[in-house]
């Protein structure tokens, strides 16, 4: 047995792919993450290439070998190379068709079983090869010499790589482009090495090919999977947040829908972000346009931070300028260090609150900016703003709600023809004050003189317009204090007010309504202590009709 330099590299090289893929056979046998079916068909391809490089290594070492030993592994070794190249070829277009084909598909395309055929033929000649001397034959040194037909046993499987490389380009939409690559470079590298090796025959530079080729297609399928991996971790968090987005939103819708106190529910939903946030507060800031400011109208805080809600009601619209800028925009408003505010007009007054990191969001209603909803100093999620921005809706619903049941509430409790608090307003103050003292109070009972005389003679427009210029009279000196409580009769309760400044205001009562040409009938009572407001405001409806009485007596007339 004659050894040379060139020997000892291949078998070497050959042993290393061996060991490698042999290697990359134990990984995949413990891996549980790939597609089972494209797992179990690359273990084999690599188990398959693994004992074709040992084959071929063997085949190598025994080459010259004397004696029987020698005569019987030269023969095993080379008939493995040979029928373990096939083999692989098989499991490598079952592999192909498992990548790009669908369903039944493979079973329509003819040139799926035309491999089949050609790559069962290719095994079928080499088992007849060791009876015929087909392929190759040996010498009496157990020398392996090439014979005239050798050339079939290359053509068989270039025709079967051929067909397997044309399925690729046809369906190489189905896969990514790595391992089209991955799976091209099994036929393009055999190939190549094929063509040298015709002409150069000291290497086994097919098989060598077909260790890198798998070396390659494991290592792509293994980055895929990790993408996918990383994906399905990805996925997982995202449909985590997701959910906890969505308890948190359903927390918050419960709180609003549930609770029957609009300040409440929205107090108790800013705590419900401030938890998710781990932010120092929380807030809610409503724009003025017309005013051009924006006010500090709820707010949430942690039991160690400042309230800043008494301090920020009426922050003029330029101090936010770039962020109403963000708002125009749909966008949300991020701060992740106070530096980046530095040279704005907000800088100081978030200094002054301790704030370095900021996340706000708009409140629309339609296309106009009603506010933002805020959080200062955010520890957690600040990055995604996905719970603010789903928020907003609800949010901006409520205090729309609010403010109707506000203007419902004032309609409910206003006269519709002067705007002074109506009867029921009066009433409700009347059963407020049962059995309360209440101290420091004035009482004036107003009748209008003259009314049903302009109705009858300028009719009933001229009346209401003479009963609006009495109440602008009233609603001007006393405006919340003030009641119509009848067509023509008038009341007034002021509490916690001096003696003097009351009747002060009532002699300027009687001025203007003489300069507004309005005769009126007042009976007025102050006391520093009423225990029985309904006695006393009777009391005054006495001091009125006397004084009315002296009207008539004075005009001659007995109508009211």
Request: aromatic share 12%; hydrophobic share 40%.
């Amino acid at each position: 047995m004659l050894f040379n330099y060139h020997h000892f590299i291949n078998i070497a090289l050959l042993l290393w792919g061996c060991i490698f893929c042999l290697i990359l056979s134990f990984c995949l046998f413990l891996s549980k993450n790939y597609n089972q079916q494209r797992r179990n068909l690359l273990l084999w391809m690599q188990l398959d290439t693994a004992f074709l490089l040992f084959s071929d290594s063997l085949a190598w070492y025994f080459r010259g070998y004397p004696g029987t030993l020698g005569y019987y592994m030269v023969r095993i070794s080379n008939f493995l190379v040979f029928a373990f190249t096939d083999i692989i070829l098989i499991i490598f277009h079952r592999y192909v068709c498992c990548r790009l084909l669908k369903g039944n598909e493979s079973k329509s395309i003819k040139r799926v079983t035309i491999v089949y055929i050609l790559a069962s033929l290719a095994l079928a000649l080499v088992v007849v090869t060791q009876f015929t001397n087909l392929y190759y034959y040996f010498d009496a040194n157990n020398y392996y010499h090439r014979n005239s037909a050798y050339i079939i046993s290359m053509l068989l499987p270039l025709c079967c790589m051929l067909i397997d490389l044309s399925l690729l380009i046809q369906y190489r939409k189905r896969i990514n482009r790595t391992s089209l690559l991955a799976m091209s470079s099994y036929i393009i590298l055999p190939i190549a090495a094929s063509l040298i090796q015709v002409i150069y025959y000291g290497f086994s530079l097919i098989n060598l090919a077909i260790c890198c080729s798998m070396i390659l297609m494991y290592i792509v399928i293994t980055s895929e999977q990790n993408q996918k991996l990383g994906q399905l971790a990805r996925d997982k968090q995202e449909l985590a947040t997701k959910f906890e987005i969505a308890s948190i939103l359903n927390r918050c819708t419960t709180e609003l829908s549930s609770n029957n106190n609009n300040d409440l529910a929205i107090n108790n939903l800013l705590k419900i972000i401030n938890d998710y946030f781990a932010s120092d507060r929380t807030y809610i800031f409503e724009t003025d346009f017309t005013r051009q400011i924006v006010i500090n109208t709820y707010e949430y805080t942690l039991d160690h931070v400042s309230e800043e809600k008494d301090n920020l009601q009426e922050v003029p619209l330029e101090v936010i300028s770039r962020w109403m800028d963000k708002f125009k925009e749909s966008k949300v408003y991020y701060i992740p260090t106070l530096e980046q505010e530095k040279g704005t007009l907000a800088y100081d007054m978030l200094m002054e609150q301790n704030v370095s990191r900021l996340l706000a969001v708009p409140l629309l209603d339609g296309e106009e900016i009603t506010g933002f909803l805020g959080v200062d100093n955010p520890k957690e999620h600040y990055d995604d703003a996905t719970l603010l921005s789903s928020i907003q809706f609800f949010i901006t619903s409520s205090l729309r709600r609010k403010k109707e049941q506000e203007y419902l509430t004032y309609l409910s409790y206003r006269d519709t023809l002067t705007m002074l608090y109506n009867r029921n307003k009066y009433i409700e103050v009347l059963n407020a004050c049962e059995q309360k003292t209440i101290v420091n109070t004035g009482i004036a009972y107003i009748d209008l003189n003259g009314l049903k005389k302009i109705n009858d003679e300028q009719g009933h427009e001229a009346g209401d317009s003479f009963i609006k210029a009495a109440a602008s009279v009233i609603k001007n000196i006393f405006p919340e204090d003030s009641y119509r409580i009848g067509g023509d009769e008038f009341v007034i309760i002021s509490t916690h007010i001096d003696e003097n400044i009351f009747y002060e205001n009532i002699k300027h009562l009687r001025n203007e309504m003489l300069v507004n040409n309005v005769s009126i009938s007042i009976g007025v009572v102050w006391k520093s202590a009423i225990t029985d407001l309904e006695e006393v405001l009777r009391l005054a409806d006495h001091y009125m009709y006397k004084e009315k009485e002296e009207y008539h007596r004075v005009n001659g007339t007995y109508h009211r």
